[in-house]
């Protein structure tokens, strides 16, 4: 049972570069999310998703776009990289029906830009 | 915006001993209140949580404590063992949202053999 997959672990980016990090889930869950996790200050949300062909903002959505063609698969998406997005990136899956509230989380990308 | 306080920062104990994590938050609306154990180079892991219409909540040595006027749920870990040693975050659900939450700032807990 995978759960959640994250790739690539680590990347390095120049500044300016583009890139998308992958997040896929095998549970079904209808809500996906991608967080950033920065020393001192725990995760913040980037954008998340309800279910396929919906996404919203987080709280940090600068810079970063996300799409949801399929349940399984949540792609983010780095425009152009900067320094200040040098972070741990998670992404996260859950449902989203009252009760089922627990969040799934991969094992991170660690993304140092240049 | 809504945030969620945690203290402390880092939380040394001796092996046997308890520990205790404590977290504010702003948000009155919030009604759900788990704490997530993330270890070395994973992601974090749902360890306990609790509801606003329960005052506690326990699951063998961990328990979670809630004060709903006073805005603060605590996480209370008895009889620490080494394998307990990682960083543990509260969170707050972002009004009664099942998913959206606010995220501590977590607390790095050593357990001293």
């Known amino acids: 049972n995978a759960g959640v997959t994250q790739t690539p672990k680590f990347q390095v980016l120049k500044t300016g570069q583009s890139m998308t990090l992958q997040c896929a889930q095998d549970?079904?869950?209808?809500?996906m999310s991608w967080y950033r996790q920065d020393p001192g200050m725990g995760l913040r949300l980037i954008h998340y998703?309800?279910?396929?062909?919906?996404?919203d903002q987080g709280e940090v959505p600068n810079g970063y776009n996300v799409s949801r063609s399929t349940t399984e698969d949540f792609p983010l998406r780095l425009l152009s990289a900067a320094p200040s997005q040098t972070s741990v990136y998670f992404c996260?899956?859950?449902?989203?029906?009252?009760?089922?509230?627990?969040?799934?989380f991969g094992q991170g990308t660690r993304l140092t830009v240049v | 915006g809504e945030n969620v306080e945690q203290h402390p920062s880092t939380l040394s104990v001796q092996e046997g001993d308890s520990a205790v994590i404590k977290c504010t938050y702003s948000?009155?609306?919030?009604?759900?209140f788990p704490w997530y154990k993330q270890e070395l180079g994973k992601g974090p892991q749902l360890i306990i949580d609790?509801?606003?219409n329960v005052g506690e909540k326990k699951d063998q040595r961990i328990a979670v404590t809630l004060n709903k006027t006073a805005k603060h749920f605590s996480l209370h870990i008895t009889e620490t063992q080494p394998e307990d040693s990682a960083v543990y975050f509260c969170?707050?659900?972002?009004?009664?949202?099942?998913?959206?939450?606010?995220w501590g700032a977590g607390t790095k807990l050593i357990i001293k053999p």
């Open positions: 996260a899956s859950g449902r989203t029906g009252t009760g089922n509230t627990e969040a799934f």
């Open positions: 549970m079904n869950h209808e809500y």
């Open positions: 998703s309800v279910g396929a062909g919906i996404t």
């Open positions: 948000d009155s609306a919030s009604n759900y």
């Open positions: 609790i509801r606003s």
């Open positions: 969170a707050a659900s972002i009004g009664d949202s099942n998913y959206q939450l606010i």
